[in-house]
C-alpha cells in the first residue's frame, strides 16, 4: 500500500487497516484519509485526518479492542503515528450530512484514546472525502457519500463562526495557533467564495490576491510559517502578529456575515 509519498506514514497506515479489519471483521466496510492528504498540501508536519467506514455501529467489545489497537499505533517509533486523528462512522451515517453533528468515536491528534466527539461529523469532512479522498481500503468515496453542495458548506462555516471568533480571544495565542487562525479564515472565506473545501495553502494564496494589501503581509508570514508546527504548540506567538491575527478575523467573520457571501476576489480587493 502506497497511499502517501512518505514511506513510513504508509506502514504506519498498513497497520491501522489491517488491525481495525481484523477487530471488525465483516463489519468493516472501508478505511480512507481526508483532510491536508486529501486536498493536496499535506507535508512533513501534517497531521493524518482518516476515515474508518463500518456497516454498524461499533460494539462494545469492538471499541475496547479499537482503543488496545490505537494504544499499540501510537507507540511505534515513527512520529506520524502520534498524528493520526480520525473517526469511525457508519455507512447510513456516513451517506449525507448530519446537520444534528452526532458524536463519532474519534481519535484526536496526539492522543491514545478514542472518544466521543462531532469533530469529523462535518459537511467539510465529507465533502474531502467524497471529492478527494485517499483509498486506503474499500470502495471509491463516491460510493459511500452523497454530494456535498455549496449551501451545506457555507450553513456549517456561518453555524461555526462565533466560535471560531471567540478562540482567537483566548488570552494565550501560540505560534502554532497564530498562523493557523490566519489561514483557516482564509480557507473559510475561500470556501464560501468557491463552494468548495481548498488546502490552506491554496485558500491563503487565494487571499493575498484577493483581500489587498492590508493584509498580505500577514497571510504570507502565516503561509511560510509551516515548519515544525507542533514544536510551537507551547511556545507564544510573536507579540506583533498576535493583535493583527485578531484583527483579520473580525474582519474575516464581518465579510462572511454578509447577507450574500463574501465579494468575489476582484471586489473584496477593492473593497480592503
Not at 193 to 206: C, F, P
Not at 211 to 228: H, M, N, T, V
Request: with cysteine; proline share 7%; glycine share 6%.
Amino acid at each position: 500500500m502506497h497511499p502517501t509519498p512518505f514511506l513510513d506514514l504508509n506502514g504506519v497506515l498498513d497497520e491501522l487497516v489491517k488491525g481495525a479489519g481484523t477487530i471488525l471483521g465483516p463489519n468493516f466496510v472501508g478505511a480512507y484519509l481526508q483532510g491536508s492528504f486529501a486536498v493536496g498540501d499535506a507535508d512533513a508536519h501534517s497531521d493524518v485526518d482518516f476515515i474508518v467506514v463500518t456497516d454498524d455501529e461499533v460494539t462494545a467489545e469492538q471499541e475496547a479492542a479499537l482503543q488496545e489497537l490505537h494504544r499499540r499505533l501510537f507507540a511505534i517509533d515513527v512520529p506520524w503515528a502520534q498524528h493520526l486523528e480520525g473517526s469511525y462512522i457508519t455507512r447510513e451515517r456516513l451517506r449525507r450530512v448530519d446537520p444534528a453533528r452526532e458524536p463519532l468515536l474519534y481519535l484526536d491528534n496526539g492522543a491514545t484514546q478514542l472518544i466521543r466527539d462531532a469533530h469529523c461529523n462535518t459537511a467539510v469532512v465529507r465533502w474531502s472525502l467524497r471529492e478527494h479522498g485517499v483509498v486506503l481500503a474499500g470502495p471509491e468515496p463516491k460510493a459511500l457519500v452523497e454530494p456535498v453542495h455549496a449551501a451545506q458548506l457555507r450553513a456549517e462555516i456561518l453555524a461555526g463562526l462565533d466560535e471560531w471568533t471567540e478562540w482567537t480571544r483566548a488570552p494565550a495565542m501560540s505560534r502554532w495557533k497564530q498562523p493557523y487562525v490566519v489561514l483557516s479564515f482564509c480557507r473559510m472565506l475561500h470556501t464560501l467564495e468557491t463552494g468548495r473545501v481548498g488546502s490552506k495553502r491554496e485558500a491563503g494564496a487565494w487571499a493575498v490576491r484577493a483581500l489587498g494589501d492590508e493584509w498580505s503581509d500577514l497571510i504570507r508570514r502565516a503561509l511560510g510559517d509551516r515548519p515544525d508546527p507542533w514544536g510551537r504548540v507551547h511556545e507564544p506567538a510573536d507579540r506583533a502578529d498576535v493583535e493583527p491575527t485578531r484583527a483579520f478575523a473580525d474582519y474575516a467573520a464581518a465579510l462572511m456575515s454578509l447577507p450574500q457571501p463574501p465579494p468575489s476576489a476582484a471586489h473584496a480587493a477593492g473593497s480592503a
